[in-house]
Nanobody, 128 residues
């Protein structure tokens, strides 16, 4: 059973940085894709950054150059380093995984329907 547990959310001022972590357990598939999504109440969930089993990455235009997704294989942890944070980055951030079929990092950001497993989310609040 795949489990995803996020941590690292919090409140920072605009221009600051945060690093989110997603502890991943139970992924045994050869091909997989993982991603960070975010959601603001009343709005659709948005794909932020994707990472696949070929170590390719993909980013939403809104975060390119500011966010970096990475993986630590030794600890099975997915990270999202967020720099130059803006108030519009305020959201609950979710870690998601897709293990049924081969999927690229970019595809992992197309629709939340592609993702099989989700964490419970971690709240990020950016003040101006």
């Amino acid at each position: 059973q795949v489990q995803l547990v996020e941590s690292g959310g919090g409140s920072v001022q605009a221009g600051g940085s945060l690093r989110l972590s997603c502890k991943v357990t139970g992924v045994t598939a050869k091909y997989w894709a993982m991603a960070w999504w975010r959601q603001v109440p009343g709005k659709e969930r948005e794909g932020v950054a994707g990472f696949d089993s070929d170590s390719e990455t993909s980013y939403a235009d809104s975060v390119k150059g500011r966010f970096t997704i990475s993986q630590d294989k030794s600890t099975n942890t997915l990270y999202l380093q967020m720099n130059s944070l803006k108030p519009e980055d305020t959201a609950t951030y979710y870690c998601a995984a897709q293990v049924r079929a081969r999927m690229t990092a970019a595809q992992a950001l197309h629709t939340p329907l592609f993702m099989d497993y989700w964490g419970k989310g971690t709240l990020v609040t950016i003040s101006s």
